[in-house]
């Protein structure tokens, strides 16, 4: 059964280690990332964007998918079912859909209305047993449509935020959605070390995971941070799996390609991708 990432993500921040959230778009990548916990004893976090939740057929269908797939796979491991950036109004339809988890994207509200908004969806969640992620400070690069330059987050407006009894706090710490620039500037460990002084023991979310050096993702874990999302490096590897398969001909005997043999090295990419990640974020076999 799907179960909130707050008892998992507390264990992470005591632990010193990160969940991963791992974004899904098809049957393929939730199954790959559900194995590879599963056999990796790690607990995990499955993102949909809003933009995902309209391609797989809207969020009931998505609980469906995912709860069909926990129980015919045996997946024992703990499993949150997780809302990424989402609006006010994306964020009560997965409520209702039945989510686990849910992540309200205010960043781009002038704070007084972010706290307001939050407000209103910590009481909903509190009473169904669910988590919530706020976010404060937008994340760079575009997700959704909601695009932000990668300003550094007010760590007392981060406290603000944190005091209204959210689950965990996105911050923007120079970090980006996609691949990072040659010329980025890093995190800022600084920004990091302030919002964590002021927030206590709040679990803090890194989205933008994918590329960030190992040391700086270590560094961000020593910091409070207890989840890390990934979604560009699973899609790069996919792509690059499919790709290679498509280019090499194969299955080609004048009836096209068989999908599941056209999926199957997007598939297994994804698997290799998901345990790499899990080895650094040193979340294996805390489940």
Same mark, same amino acid.
């Given at each position: 059964?799907?179960?909130?990432?707050?008892?998992?993500?507390?264990?992470?921040?005591?632990?010193?280690?990160?969940?991963?959230?791992?974004?899904?778009?098809?049957?393929?990548?939730?199954?790959?990332?559900?194995?590879?916990?599963?056999?990796?004893?790690?607990?995990?976090?499955?993102?949909?964007?809003?933009?995902?939740?309209?391609?797989?057929?809207?969020?009931?269908?998505?609980?469906?998918?995912?709860?069909?797939?926990?129980?015919?796979?045996?997946?024992?491991?703990?499993?949150?079912?997780?809302?990424?950036?989402?609006?006010? +109004?994306?964020?009560? &339809? #997965?409520?209702?859909? %039945?989510? !686990?988890?849910?992540?309200?994207? /205010? @960043?781009?509200?002038?704070? =007084?209305?972010?706290?307001?908004?939050?407000? +209103?969806?910590?009481? &909903? #969640?509190?009473?169904? %047993?669910? !988590?919530?992620?706020?976010?404060? /400070? @937008?994340?760079?690069?575009? =997700?959704?449509?909601?695009?932000?330059?990668? +300003?550094?987050?007010?760590?007392?407006?981060?406290?603000?935020?944190?005091?209204?009894?959210?689950?965990?706090?996105?911050?923007?710490?120079?970090?980006?959605?996609?691949?990072?620039? +040659?010329?980025?500037?890093?995190?800022?460990?600084?920004?990091?070390?302030?919002?964590?002084?002021?927030?206590?023991?709040?679990?803090?979310?890194?989205?933008?995971?994918?590329?960030?050096?190992?040391?700086?993702?270590?560094?961000?874990?020593?910091?409070?941070?207890?989840?890390?999302?990934?979604?560009?490096?699973?899609?790069?590897?996919?792509?690059?799996?499919?790709?290679?398969?498509?280019?090499?001909?194969?299955?080609?005997?004048?009836?096209?390609?068989?999908?599941?043999?056209?999926?199957?090295?997007?598939?297994?990419?994804?698997?290799?991708?998901?345990?790499?990640?899990?080895?650094?974020?040193?979340?294996?076999?805390?489940?």
């Amino acid at each position: 059964m799907l179960v909130s990432a707050k008892e998992m993500l507390t264990k992470a921040r005591e632990g010193k280690y990160a969940v991963g959230q791992f974004n899904i778009n098809n049957l393929e990548w939730t199954k790959a990332i559900l194995l590879t916990a599963q056999e990796n004893n790690s607990p995990v976090i499955l993102g949909v964007s809003e933009g995902a939740g309209k391609y797989m057929c809207g969020y009931t269908t998505i609980v469906g998918m995912v709860e069909g797939m926990i129980k015919e796979l045996n997946i024992t491991v703990p499993v949150a079912l997780h809302l990424d950036h989402g609006s006010y +109004e994306g964020a009560k &339809a #997965c409520i209702n859909a %039945g989510f !686990s988890s849910i992540m309200f994207d /205010g @960043s781009h509200y002038p704070i =007084e209305e972010n706290i307001a908004k939050t407000t +209103e969806l910590v009481n &909903a #969640c509190n009473v169904l %047993g669910l !988590s919530l992620e706020a976010e404060v /400070g @937008s994340i760079g690069g575009e =997700e959704d449509g909601v695009v932000g330059a990668g +300003e550094c987050a007010d760590p007392d407006e981060c406290k603000a935020v944190a005091d209204l009894g959210i689950t965990m706090l996105a911050a923007g710490i120079g970090n980006i959605h996609g691949k990072y620039p +040659e010329n980025w500037a890093g995190l800022s460990f600084e920004t990091l070390a302030a919002i964590k002084e002021k927030v206590g023991d709040m679990p803090l979310v890194l989205h933008g995971g994918t590329g960030i050096p190992a040391e700086m993702i270590q560094k961000a874990i020593s910091l409070g941070v207890a989840k890390i999302n990934v979604n560009t490096e699973c899609q790069l590897a996919f792509q690059e799996a499919t790709r290679k398969y498509i280019e090499a001909g194969k299955d080609l005997q004048g009836k096209g390609f068989d999908p599941r043999k056209l999926l199957a090295p997007g598939f297994e990419a994804i698997k290799a991708t998901v345990k790499e990640k899990m080895e650094l974020f040193g979340s294996i076999n805390k489940a």
